[in-house]
């Protein structure tokens, strides 16, 4: 009986882990994708004026929408992260014997760099980028 607990805090376990992993590359994704998409919308409002006199209030506005949501979506995913290293680390507490020495593999992993700070460097990142867009002028942003 107690071998089957084991296991099944080792499935949770290695659950979590992969839930961890998981969410750490949609992070990264998630600000990729959101700074593709705020330099295509001033790339296309650069070449491809509209003929409407508000696009620049509309792309303006746009570009601080889209940062905004994904800096909300990336704290989300952070305390995701967090509640799946509260479980690991109630798991750990739990397990025995063989189970024990295969996690101390895969703690070193979990416990080292990945900090919220990596959260923050990508919100900035999202914040300088629209900035950026919104108040450079487009001679210095698209040269060619």
Known sequence: MALDKQKDLHLIYTSSVEDIRFAKSQQWRLTYYALILMVALM?????????????????????????GVAITFLWKMEGDIRRYRGRIKGVRAFLTGPFKNIIKLEANYLERGYKSGYVAIMSGTLVGAALLLMFVPPSIRWPF
Request: proline share 8%; aromatic share 16%; glycine share 0%.
């Open 43 to 67: 790339y296309l409002k650069t070449k491809y004026p509209l003929c409407f006199s508000w696009d620049d209030v509309l792309i303006n506005s746009l570009i601080p929408l889209i940062a």
